[in-house]
Nanobody
Framework: QVQLEESGGGSVQAGGSLRLSCAAAGRTLSTYVMGWFRQAPGKEREFVATINRNGGSTFYTDSVKGRFTISRDNAKNTVYLQMNSLKLEDTAVYYC?????????????????WGQGTQVTVSS
């Protein structure tokens, strides 16, 4: 089992940047596909980005392509989400998740472990 803890959220003005981190404890992160999801008030949790085990392959939802970058440092057991050019609609609680299967997916139900989430608020 792996425990995940997100950090780096906060309040930022539109156009600004934030870097989220997801630290893992309990198991080596390199054995998991990792993903970032978000949930805005009154909305369902949605996929943001995913990265395969060795970091060689990434995939993003269309709304964040070109603005967000997912990366991982398996030596540090940490996954990152660099968020640039933030928009009001990026406001949400952001969750990192770990998947035991080697197949990266956008489906939240496929992920086995979740962090508690970190709030990102973008204001005008």
């Amino acid at each position: 089992q792996v425990q995940l803890e997100e950090s780096g959220g906060g309040s930022v003005q539109a156009g600004g940047s934030l870097r989220l981190s997801c630290a893992a404890a309990g198991r080596t992160l390199s054995t998991y596909v990792m993903g970032w999801f978000r949930q805005a008030p009154g909305k369902e949790r949605e996929f943001v980005a995913t990265i395969n085990r060795n970091g060689g392959s990434t995939f993003y939802t269309d709304s964040v392509k070109g603005r967000f970058t997912i990366s991982r440092d398996n030596a540090k057991n940490t996954v990152y989400l660099q968020m640039n050019s933030l928009k009001l609609e990026d406001t949400a609680v952001y969750y990192c998740a770990a998947e035991r299967s080697p197949i990266a997916t956008v489906v939240a139900g496929a992920y086995d472990y979740w962090g508690q989430g970190t709030q990102v608020t973008v204001s005008s």
